[in-house]
């Protein structure tokens, strides 16, 4: 994204870029004095920077996933994940799984977090507050996911792989804004902005079809326990405690309640990610305050002055509680999720040992005509509907065709895909399945990189004329 579009973005809208949201000071800025291990960590920092540089390690790690997965080794490469790990509480629990469950129900949790975190951000400061602002974005997410089910359920109706309907149904946000990057001016802001909006509505629509399409036989007990520690977190928050190791160890039992009780675990991230506070706790009269007394102690005897440790850690403390824990946890687990635990999901999923006989098969044919076709058709054919009932109108500088484009883009599956599939179907179904996503996906990022290429310089030629 160049700057001059950044700054049109809303703040919010930033912090789907990694670019955006954590910026580092330049050098010259940067009042630390300079290591010699910073001439290794500053060229990974500013990779991760990168507008596209999530997408990139996602994408690389796919496909050392597919490369392993059909090489000599590719069994031993599968069967690693399947190594079972866990604990046993005598009498009360025991979690014995495989390595690949541990990396789906567990470590995803932290991703579902961050994605309720989005979604927080969103329906509180962001383009989804506004209900007329949020109609088209929903509307085009609506049809993004409607048509391709319902398109699915008409190839697959009546057939093993029927249970499938949610697979081609979610946007990877992390692949579309690298394509978007990687195209720069030739997207318009307010194109970006309307997929970047899409792709959180599209997250709550995913999240509703996890939690009603893909939930095994209750266990209430444990249900009602995860309850609980939901009531136990809000009540923490009533009160005052400010203690993330409280809200954590809460967290962690709230996870274990929800995994037991059939209900997929990676929900009590969403919930908690929805849970968490969106107002900072110091405003910014109360830090300027700080800011001055602080001031004035390191302008007297600062090197004789006693408990300078607590009084720093006062300070640290006061200074993390200057911007809302919302804001705070998805800037600092942001990159975790982009660069550790999207990657890692890429490695234990994307393996599949490819037979393009497959992708014709029922379940590998309907994910990608789902992605390919389904996505674009439902996003431009509910987008029309709302535009048309004057419900909406386009972002300025967007048509149709670049809304087309932006249609096909939003057929980028892979990550949700990928998961989506793991809970719906299952041996060879799951494995047809991800050869469908990555396929699917594939084709919708030329599609959608052509088309956003094609009608873009029709509308720079356009403007330039006018």
């Known amino acids: ?81 399947e190594i079972e790990i866990g604990f046993e509480i005598e009498g009360v629990l025991k979690m014995q799984h495989s390595l690949h469950h541990w990396i789906n129900d567990a470590l995803m949790t932290v991703f579902f977090f961050v994605v309720g975190l989005e979604v927080k951000r969103e329906l509180v400061v962001g383009e989804l507050r506004d209900p007329r602002g949020a109609v088209l974005p929903v509307a085009a997410a609506l049809g993004g996911m409607v048509v ?183 800037g600092i687990l942001h990159p975790w999720t982009s660069f550790v635990i999207m990657p890692i999901f890429a490695l234990a999923n994307a393996g599949v040992a490819i037979h393009l006989e497959e992708l014709g098969s029922g379940v590998g044919l309907a994910v990608a005509v789902g992605l390919v076709v389904g996505k674009p058709l439902g996003i431009l054919l509910f987008s029309w509907l709302a535009v048309a009932t004057r419900l909406a109108k386009l972002p300025e500088g967007v048509n149709w065709g670049l809304l087309a484009g932006g249609g096909c883009l939003a057929g980028i599956g892979f990550t949700m895909a990928l998961f989506i599939a793991g809970l719906a179907v299952e041996g060879d179904l799951l494995d047809s399945a991800k050869i469908g996503v990555l396929a699917g996906s594939l084709l919708s990022a030329a599609l959608g990189m052509g088309l956003l290429l094609a009608f873009g310089k029709k509308q720079a030629a356009a403007t330039s004329r006018s």
Request: some cysteine.
């Open 1 to 81: 994204m160049s700057p001059k579009a950044a700054e049109h973005l809303h703040p919010h809208q930033k912090s789907f870029s990694s670019v955006a949201k954590h910026q580092p000071l330049p050098d010259d800025e940067n009042p630390l004095p300079k290591e010699p291990v910073d001439r290794v960590i500053r060229p990974i920092v500013r990779f991760m920077h990168v507008e596209a540089a999530s997408g990139v390690v996602l994408l690389i790690c796919t496909i050392v996933a597919l490369v392993l997965a059909n090489s000599p080794w590719g069994e031993g490469f599968l069967h690693f994940f």
């Open 148 to 330: 391709p089910a319902g398109i699915y359920l008409a190839l697959q109706y009546g057939q093993p792989g029927e249970s499938g309907w949610g697979i081609p149904m979610a946007t990877d946000i992390a692949f579309v804004v690298g394509c978007m990057a990687i195209l720069g001016r030739r997207v318009p802001n307010g194109l970006r902005v309307m997929l970047l909006s899409l792709a959180i509505a599209d997250d709550i629509g995913a999240i509703i079809v996890i939690a009603v399409g893909y939930t095994e036989d209750l266990q209430w007990s444990w249900l009602l326990a995860g309850g609980v520690g939901i009531g136990v977190v809000s009540l923490m928050a009533r009160i005052g405690v400010r203690s993330f190791f409280a809200y954590v160890t809460a967290g962690v039992f709230i996870w274990i309640a929800f995994h037991e009780s059939k209900v997929h675990a990676t929900l009590a991230g969403v919930i908690l990610g929805l849970m968490t506070p969106a107002r900072t706790y110091i405003d910014q009269n109360i830090f300027s305050q700080l800011l001055r007394r602080a001031e004035s102690v390191m302008q007297g005897d600062w090197e004789s002055m006693p408990h300078r440790a607590e009084a720093v850690s006062r300070f640290r403390h006061a200074v993390r509680e200057t911007i809302s824990p919302l804001e705070y946890l998805e």
